[in-house]
């Protein structure tokens, strides 16, 4: 079956500017996961949801960081104001009800100018 | 604060040796630990997961064990191939959800 897919696989953006990337997770799961790969690093977690609710938004470094998950599929991460450190892959995941593996999508690789 | 760390940060082997990877974490109050393989420009695959309660996890060529107790796993590939060639990140869950704590990776070179 299908995997977690993201889109775009790359993004490249200018210093201000508003960015939004999207996750569509494995269909039937109902968890998901944002985490952030800077280079030479591990994943860092940056927010939960179970259903369509955070669950966790301990991991978002500021409030220029936002996801949403209106209908408990599909999510988006939205950052404002981006900045050169925002540079980094990001990465989603899902999870099956009841269940604690998660499947983890391709990645963002977003590049600010 | 869990912290999780990774030793070495890279290796080279050449293709046939055994490949032995360490992941140590500081809190010892896990869910599980999972081992990953990240290729590059990849997401990651799920290779080995070992509850709290276990001791070790095998799938062919790969064996990783836990000791909660001393916060140390340790991930085995046995007769490398240069088809292994990733980078492995190690990762602890503290609850039954929620998030992974990963360590910075080990990255592998097997040369044929």
């Known amino acids: 079956g299908a995997g977690v897919s993201q889109t775009p696989s790359n993004k490249v953006t200018e210093k201000g500017k508003y960015v939004e990337l999207r996750c569509d997770p494995i269909s039937g799961h109902t968890a998901l996961y944002w985490y952030r790969q800077s280079l030479g690093q591990g994943p860092e977690f940056l927010i939960y949801f179970q259903g369509t609710g955070a669950a966790d938004d301990s991991g978002l470094p500021n409030d220029r960081f936002f996801a949403v998950r209106p209908e408990g599929s599909v999510s988006t991460l939205k950052i404002q104001r981006t900045e050169r450190g925002d540079s980094a892959v990001y990465l989603c995941?899902?999870?099956?009800?009841?269940?604690?593996?998660?499947?983890f999508g391709p990645g963002t690789r977003l590049l600010v100018l | 604060k869990q912290e999780v760390t990774q030793i070495p940060a890279a290796l080279s082997v050449p293709e046939g040796e055994n490949l032995v990877l360490n992941c140590s974490f500081t809190?010892?109050?896990?869910?599980?630990l999972q081992w990953f393989r990240q290729d590059p420009g990849k997401g990651l695959t799920s290779l080995l997961l070992i509850q709290s309660s276990q001791r070790e996890q095998t799938s062919g060529r790969l064996n990783a064990s836990l000791d909660k107790s001393s916060g140390r796993s340790t991930l085995y590939i046995a007769a490398s191939q240069p088809g292994d060639s990733a980078t492995y990140l190690c990762a602890v869950l503290p609850d039954s959800w929620g998030k992974l704590q990963f360590g910075a990776g080990t990255q592998v070179v097997v040369t044929p």
């Open positions: 995941a899902s999870s099956p009800p009841g269940r604690e593996t998660q499947y």
């Open positions: 809190d010892s109050a896990i869910y599980n």
